[in-house]
């Protein structure tokens, strides 16, 4: 089994917590990231991940650096698809292309990744690919109706792509976390987190370590009959069937 992994947006946020939890399962980690250096050299430095700088929405910089990564570091067995922006706003109000940019950005990568990979799982008859998605493409949120569509997206994405791999020992499961403590909610209003925080039973937001556990167990050989699955890691603020 290969044990090299790659985690897109994985120097930052809940992706450093993954990056940091597969390194600590054995595995070279691939962190990808967009543009922020700072966090990408610091990711390095303190977690020995090899870094990579690739725009998650284009597809020829996936396939190369899905190429660059395998030179380096050897094939692919994990891949998470982490990196997301959201650019919220009601409908009535959003331009256009923060529609686009939260639609490559969060679900055209899947794709773009996905396609990088999935041809070398197959022939290796090995793999696991992880899809970050959300809550709030479980149940809709207002002023997300580009992130809801691209998340929800996710999870049919996840699902048509566990029924094409599963003969081929590749899994393919998606994880929607709640409200997670990073640079993403900190950006929201302190208001805006209290009443968030109110509806959660768990009375807290979650810590990206608890989504980074989930990866470690999707990716284990633990989780090898686990595939088309949401995992949700949400405190209970969202129980679906
Ligand atoms: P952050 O904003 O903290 O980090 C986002 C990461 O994605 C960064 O590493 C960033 O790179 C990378 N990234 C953004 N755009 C691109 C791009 N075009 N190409 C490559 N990398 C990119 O986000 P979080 O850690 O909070 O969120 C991680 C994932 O979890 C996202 O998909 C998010 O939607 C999802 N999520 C988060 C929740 C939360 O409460 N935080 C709740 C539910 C889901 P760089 O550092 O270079 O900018």
Redesign the pocket.
Known sequence: MSKVAVV??????????ITKALIAEGYQVA???????E??QKCAAETGAKVF??????FA?CQKTVADIEAALGPVGVLV??????KDGMLHKMPEDNWHAVI???LT?CFNMCRAVIEGMRARQFGRIIN??????QKGQLGQCN?SAA?AGMLGFTRALALESAAKGITVNA???????????S?MPQEVLDSIIRQIPAAR??K?EE?ADMVAFLASDKAAFITGSTMTV?GGQYIAA
């Open positions: 897109t947006g994985g120097t930052r946020g809940i992706g450093l917590s962190a990808l990231y967009h543009g922020n250096e966090a990408a700088k690739a725009d998650v929405a284009d910089q698809n982490n990196a997301g922006i959201t490559e950005t969060n990568s970050i998605s959300s809550i709030n493409g992130y998340k994880i929607c976390p709640g409200y997670i403590a990073t640079d993403m909610t950006a937001m979650g990206p989504i949400n």
